[in-house]
């Protein structure tokens, strides 16, 4: 299967990736690789086949008391971003 | 015998470092002196390290050592010097997960396994090198630099954990902690020459270790010996309230049944592993280790993974799927990299992740992206997750006949730096054998079993049990080590 440029766009619009032509070409290759190999899967007849969605499947699930705990203070939670206003995190205008 | 000049005090073990510290034979300030040492004349050609704490660990072996005058020693491990995939988060010491979207951030907080190793005792040198997100099996996708093979340095040492293989197996460190989510522990061990152990999924927390695949994931130790990987898997493991996907069964003794041996264990070799696309060199290695197991008073018991070839193209498809929505954090606004601020919210989030990942993190979330959008899920990751279940049921009908399974970790021995950066199919297929583990969940490790004919590069023996029953597999693997040895210091040259 061969991914052409626009689907290569359509994804990285998708994954807010802005990539460069170069990108655009190198991946269309290489992704239409990668899928032509997970084809494979094709062969198997999974129709009756339950999906394994908890790797922990069979354990019993460690729960916790629903209790109030301390956490990350507003000025430790802001202490790395790269720009903030007080204790918030600043960011570029949303709506144009 | 004490240990005194630098090498010397380089070349114990974790263990027997632990030791000498108790009988005050020898001092943490003295280990840690000599690891840094030799990280300081070493690690400019080997690129194991992406951050030394020199100061910190003087700090560290201070208190250790002043334990140790008083009789308080915390553990075994109380002053041993060790050292973390940077992938781990250390609260105030840089924590770059190897990518350039990290570049400079001090976490707030200790993942939970590095916050354990500190209170055994242990002293941290500083932050191992690793592929961009853990991605990779060469630790070639560093964003700051490749890490090379302590055995021949034109050669890569494996990946993602190949800083904290090449640190443990060049005398860097002792020891090491690394992740595993398809293979990252056991092929650089296997490449450098090291014991390597993936838990259970579950058996040690991941709390504070930057996410890939979170199905997947799994912390684990880097070590001289097999002693000492169980050492240090018991010094981590066990149930943290802060990882829900961390399981509570308790954590049994893994040092009190390893010297017991292999007689009487069922060892599964599966027929799909032994066939074509080996290397002949780590083929006849794997075959010696298998017949050694004989010698030793296993069984072979010859098993059948029929859907183990499926394993790869299951694996490219799930782990970068959770990957493209574990990786949707990294936006510019809360921590790291922030480009194209002077434009619009979107164009922010695209100008800094454009910036701020390698080729092969894009690679991966555009592959997760492509699989989980609209249209495409059923055919690509429900099928995965189907095909995951095959696989594992695979190893649970083994687990009928035998205790543990071999095979080999790799198809081959550490590859050449720059062969394969191109070919990325290429480069996942060789995960073949280690993958299996992560899909099915099951506990895996890799032991030295000799070295390739052709080359003289470490080959290394990958043994598969039941779930959480990872003593088992130690027991093994220690039983191969008493035959085959553990490999010396490589000369870095």
């Known amino acids: ?69 301390p956490g990350l203070s507003a000025e430790v939670a802001v202490a790395a971003a790269p720009e903030r206003a007080g204790t918030h995190f600043k960011v570029p205008r949303v709506l144009e | 015998m004490t240990a005194t000049s630098g090498s010397e005090l380089a070349a114990l073990s974790a263990r027997q470092a632990g030791a000498q510290i108790a009988a005050r034979e020898v001092s943490s300030r003295e280990l840690t002196e000599a690891a840094l040492g030799r990280i300081a004349r070493l690690d400019g050609r080997l690129g194991a390290f992406l951050a030394v704490t020199a100061d910190r660990a003087l700090a560290a072996a201070r208190e250790a050592d002043a334990r140790a005058a008083r009789g308080g020693r915390l553990s075994e491990l109380d002053g041993v010097p060790l050292a973390v995939k940077d992938l781990f988060l250390t609260r105030g010491v840089p924590t770059t997960a190897g990518s350039r979207i990290l570049e400079g951030w001090l976490p707030p907080c200790d993942a939970t396994a590095v916050e354990r190793l500190e209170a055994a005792g242990a002293v941290l040198l500083g932050k191992l090198n690793l592929d961009e997100f853990a991605m990779g099996s060469s630790t070639e996708n560093s964003a700051y630099k490749p890490c090379r093979n302590p055995w021949d340095l034109t050669r890569t040492p494996g990946g993602s954990s ?93 040092l009190a049944g390893l010297e017991d041996g292999a007689r009487g264990l069922r060892i599964g070799v599966p027929r799909e592993w032994l ?84 080729p092969e993190v894009k690679r991966r979330i555009m592959l997760g992206t492509y699989a989980l959008s609209s249209g495409y899920y059923d055919a690509y990751y429900l099928r995965a997750q189907k095909v995951r279940t095959l696989v594992r049921r695979d190893l649970d009908q083994a687990f009928e006949r035998c205790d543990l399974v071999a095979g080999p970790v790799a198809p081959g021995v550490a590859f050449r730096l720059g062969e394969r950066v191109e070919d990325p199919l290429r480069m996942y297929l060789a995960d073949v054998f280690t993958i299996t583990a992560n899909l099915a969940a099951l506990p895996a490790l890799s032991v030295p079993c000799g070295r390739d004919a052709a080359t003289g590069l470490p080959v290394g023996l990958q043994l598969v049990g039941r779930p959480f029953d990872e003593a088992t597999l130690l027991r093994a693997a220690r039983a191969l080590e008493r035959e085959v040895g553990t490999f010396p210091a490589p000369e870095v040259a």
């Open chain 1, 1 to 69: 299967m061969s991914l052409s440029l626009e689907e290569v766009r359509r994804i990285a619009a998708l994954a807010r990736l802005r990539l460069s032509p170069e990108e655009e070409e190198r991946f269309a290759g290489q992704l239409s690789a990668i899928l032509d190999h997970v084809r494979l899967l094709e062969e198997l007849d999974v129709a009756a086949v339950e999906p394994m969605t908890h790797a922990l499947a069979g354990e019993a699930p460690a729960l916790r008391a629903d209790l109030e705990r």
């Open chain 2, 162 to 254: 190949g800083g904290s293989a090449a640190a443990v197996a060049a005398r860097l460190a002792h020891g090491a902690l690394g992740t595993d989510t398809g293979g990252s522990i056991r092929e650089p061990a296997a490449f450098c020459g090291v014991v390597g152990v993936k838990p259970t999924y579950g058996r040690v927390s991941r709390f504070g270790v930057v996410a890939f695949a979170s199905s997947l994931d799994q912390v684990g130790p880097l070590a001289r010996t097999v002693e000492d990987a169980a050492l240090l898997l018991g010094a981590v493991a066990g149930h943290d309230p802060r990882d829900m996907t961390s399981s509570a069964r308790p954590v049994g003794d893994y």
């Open chain 2, 275 to 358: 066939g074509d696309g080996l290397e002949p060199g780590t083929l006849a290695a794997v075959r010696a280790a298998l017949e050694a197991y004989q010698r030793l008073g296993a069984t072979l018991v010859e098993v059948s993974l029929p859907h183990s070839r499926y394993g790869i193209a299951a694996y490219y498809i799930i782990a970068p799927a959770e990957a493209s929505s574990n990786l949707a954090r990294y936006d510019g606004v809360r921590f790291g990299l922030r480009a194209g601020a002077g434009g619009g919210l979107r164009e922010m989030y695209a100008e800094t992740r454009q910036e701020g990942f390698g």
